[in-house]
């Protein structure tokens, strides 16, 4: 009975954190939302004017003796701080939503960081820049064994990060029991034994989600990365036709994650023409709105908590038109 009812307990938990988000659904994930050398700093107001909840991907190195964003380690100086660039901008959102005090809606938006650059100087800046801003940002306690999962305290911000250990160290074990995690990263993505790219590429799009992902959350990874490579063999710009076997692949890989309590990111989904590119990156362009349409819908079925793109207002519309016309028979919201 005492294992029934921790096992009861645990489920309630996982349960809990996968709602959090979202009411567990899918929501627009702004990719690389910040300026390349100069241009594009539109980014930030497009995935602002597209709707809550968001998430927003920002790139991070270091210049000037401060955390920029920015595509790559080798800063020029001329990048916008991290500070100016998010924090300033999402100010007047977030402090609106303080005041107006509709918790059952936070958080309105998640701060995903990818670091450009690892060294202890970026990631303790950004770590005290954040407590500078606690008071806008959900977090939950430090606990002393990292599988208990904490509860969350919301707030308008959720922040979270990818997997490396370097970031693990100083946003989690560096702090004492009870202090407030700030941050949370996402689960060790799987390494590939291949001898060569095919076979890395093989191996990707066709192990089993349990060897892809092996672990289960902790108190400070609570969510699981993807690239589309592990979806379709080869990625984005050799996928044919959307098909059933695609589409029982990606469900598996998103109830592998449910099933554990993680939420779940695939990047980058895209689809558009030579004249529509706005800076993104053809690596991840399915070559069409039509085409890439077919996968965020199955993003949507199959309950994807991160649909990653660079066309965020198009990605906006579609939940918007999905939600209308599917909402009340999708099971993964049943429990509205």
């Excluded at 909402?327 to 049943?334: E, F, K, N």
Aim: charged fraction near 25%; glycine fraction near 6%.
């Amino acid at each position: 009975m005492r294992f029934a009812a921790l096992f009861a307990c645990v489920l309630g938990c996982f349960g809990q954190q996968l709602d959090f988000l979202n009411r567990g659904r899918p929501m627009v994930d702004a990719h690389n939302c910040y300026p390349y050398e100069g241009r594009w700093s539109d980014r930030i107001e497009r995935a602002l004017s597209a709707g809550f909840p968001v998430s927003i991907e920002q790139d991070i190195a270091w210049a000037d003796g401060r955390p920029v964003v920015s595509h790559t380690a080798k800063t020029t100086g001329g990048e916008p701080s991290l500070r100016e660039y998010f924090f300033e901008r999402v100010q007047p959102i977030v402090e609106r939503a303080l005041k107006e005090n509709r918790r059952q809606s936070w958080p309105l938006i998640v701060l995903h960081f990818d670091f450009k650059t690892l060294d202890r100087q970026t990631l303790r800046a950004v770590w005290d820049l954040l407590g500078e801003y606690e008071s806008w940002i959900t977090t939950a306690a430090r606990t002393a064994d990292p599988h208990q999962l904490a509860p969350f305290d919301p707030k308008p911000l959720l922040v979270i990060t990818e997997d490396a250990d370097e970031q693990e160290e100083i946003f989690f074990r560096d702090l004492p029991n009870g202090a407030r995690l700030r941050v949370f990263g996402s689960a060790h993505s799987a390494s590939f034994a291949g001898k060569s790219a095919a076979e890395r590429e093989h191996l990707m799009a066709t192990l089993p989600p349990d060897q892809l992902l092996r672990e289960r959350p902790t108190n400070y990874r609570r969510w699981w990365n993807n690239s589309w490579h592990e979806v379709e063999e080869g990625g984005q710009t050799r996928a044919g036709e959307w098909t059933e076997a695609s589409d029982r692949r990606l469900r598996a890989l998103v109830n592998r994650a449910h099933e554990l309590g993680y939420w779940i990111r695939f990047y980058t989904l895209d689809g558009f023409t030579a004249a529509e590119d706005r800076g993104w990156d053809a690596n991840y362009n399915f070559g069409s709105l039509a085409r890439v349409q077919r996968r965020w819908k199955a993003a949507y079925d199959a309950g994807v908590n991160f649909i990653a793109t660079d066309q965020y207002e198009d990605l906006a519309r579609f939940l918007a038109q999905a939600r209308a016309n599917v909402l009340p028979d999708h099971p993964q919201h049943a429990r509205r």
